[in-house]
């Protein structure tokens, strides 16, 4: 087969956003061969091979969650491409309620190398739709390196503070 599923079994696209419809899971699946994620799992999900996580524009704490479902060995397997992790990490330091919600972004913070996505400048209909958007890259820690003490399971209403403005 063709498409992003790889065909060949070597790699796969699996895919989730809340707004799909039945129509557009049907086109990525039967069309491209992506396999859609049936539950929102709020970005906790553990890989077992390199991964990229599409993510604009998602709220900070589904960044935080990928980040803690994957803490040790998994760090080095994935890679992001969302709203900058510096930019949070930088946001949260001053603001104690906004750093216990990010604590997974401030501990992975030496291990991120951040490439910021330039902004569309030249077309001013697209200026902003990679505003404030990087390409992260984690080094891989040892499989025996425990997270840090502040880096716990956190339940999904506590990571906004019981807020709910911010989809994670």
Not at 57 to 85: K, Q
Not at 103 to 118: G, L, M, N, Q
């Amino acid at each position: 087969g063709g498409g992003g599923g790889g065909g060949g079994g070597t790699c796969r696209t699996l895919v989730f956003d809340p707004i799909l419809s039945a129509m557009e899971k049907e086109v990525l699946e039967r069309g491209f061969e992506f396999t859609s994620i049936g539950a929102n799992e709020r970005g906790k999900r553990t890989v077992q091979a390199p991964t990229v996580f599409y993510m604009p524009h998602c709220g900070r704490g589904m960044y935080n969650n990928v980040i803690w479902a994957n803490w040790g060995a998994n760090l080095g397997r994935i890679a992001v491409v969302g709203n900058s992790l510096s930019s949070y990490a930088e946001g949260g330091k001053s603001n104690p309620s906004v750093s216990a919600a990010i604590a997974s972004i401030i501990a992975a913070s030496p291990h991120v190398k951040e490439t910021r996505i330039p902004d569309a400048d030249a077309d001013k209909e697209l200026r902003y739709v990679f505003n404030d958007t990087s390409f992260h890259t984690f080094s891989r820690l040892p499989k025996d390196k425990p997270p840090p003490p502040e880096l716990k399971k956190v339940d999904d209403d506590s990571k906004t503070g019981g807020r709910t403005d911010e989809i994670i």
